[in-house]
């Protein structure tokens, strides 16, 4: 069995009403040594009185400090954290009782900075399961998806000090943790265990469903890694070819959405990446004109029609 000590660390804002079950989840560890970071990011809800409930366990400890942002929270806790491994859970997340038990195990090879596992998604009561598995060198895939949850990474401390933890930029917001996986994934081998080990729900309050402020988000974190000293020539050229994926990944979502002038700039941007894909100059300029009551009709006569 593994000797690690592992850190959790969840950023605490105004999540009294789940904060309970995350809390009671990570408890559950079959793994013994660990600690659980509860960093109150400046609630003004009842979270505080919430935690003194759990201060009984010397594995849970409080730190509160001013509003700055899950980002500025994490760096907080990673700042104050005893543990050679780090991993996080969000206030309305859960971790099933063996994860720690069956991740750090493998970071028993030295070359693997970053582990993280196959997750569980529910969502309105549907139950689904997230399955990659990319391991290895992966930060050309991690630049095509974000295949990693959250809640699912662990990562050696001495790795995320090496990069400097999260950055912070509001920016950022939403993808700041993809952000910090492509930065590991530069210089570090991952590793994935090919079980779903924890829980993530989504639900009407997550900011990742927001497609236009994510679309922003999601070039920001490229942009920012191909801007890094010491990015070589053929990384550049994979930000730029991940810039182009990004603008079509989001047209589709926004044209779902009834968005057609939103998907036709998409479009039009992805087609500036890769100018010999005139069809997204063409679908970009129908689509930059078309009123979002028009699509939705032309949507309902195509289903009439199949």
């Not at 201060?55 to 409080?62: A, F, G, N």
């Not at 210089?187 to 679309?215: D, Q, T, W």
């Not at 990446?273 to 195509?302: C, H």
Request: proline share 4%; glycine share 6%; with cysteine.
């Amino acid at each position: 069995m593994s000797t690690l000590k592992a850190s959790v660390i969840v950023a605490v804002y105004n999540g009294e009403k789940t904060l309970g079950l995350t809390i009671d989840s990570l408890l559950a560890q079959t793994y013994p040594n660990l600690e659980i970071l509860l960093i109150d990011d400046g609630s003004t809800d009842g979270s505080k009185a919430l935690i003194e409930t759990y201060l009984h366990d010397p594995r849970v400890k409080y730190h509160a400090k001013l509003n700055g942002g899950v980002a500025s929270a994490r760096n907080y806790g990673i700042s104050v954290a005893e543990g050679d491994v780090i991993g996080f859970c969000d206030q309305d997340d859960q971790w099933k009782p063996e994860k720690l038990e069956y991740q750090l195990p493998a970071f028993d090879n030295p070359e693997t900075g970053l582990v993280y596992s196959w997750v569980e998604v529910r969502k309105h009561g549907e139950v689904s399961v997230s399955k990659p598995e990319f391991e290895g060198q992966c930060f050309e895939a991690l630049l095509k998806r974000n295949f990693i949850s959250c809640c699912t990474a662990m990562a050696r401390k001495s790795l995320f000090l090496e990069i400097g933890g999260f950055d912070e930029s509001r920016e950022l917001h939403g993808v700041d943790d993809r952000h910090v996986w492509l930065r590991m994934a530069r210089i570090s081998n991952l590793a994935v265990i090919k079980r779903p080990l924890a829980i993530y729900f989504i639900h009407g309050e997550n900011y990742s469903l927001n497609e236009k402020k994510m679309l922003i988000a999601d070039l920001v974190c490229v942009r920012k890694i191909a801007a890094m000293d010491g990015v070589s020539a053929q990384e550049k050229a994979l930000c730029k070819q991940a810039e182009y994926g990004i603008y079509l990944h989001y047209a589709n979502n926004l044209l779902y959405q009834n968005h057609p002038q939103d998907a036709g700039h998409c479009y039009l941007n992805a087609w500036k990446v890769k100018p010999g894909q005139v069809k997204y100059l063409i679908s970009g300029l129908l689509l930059s004109v078309t009123p979002p009551p028009l699509l939705r009709t032309l949507k309902s006569f195509r289903k009439r029609v199949v």
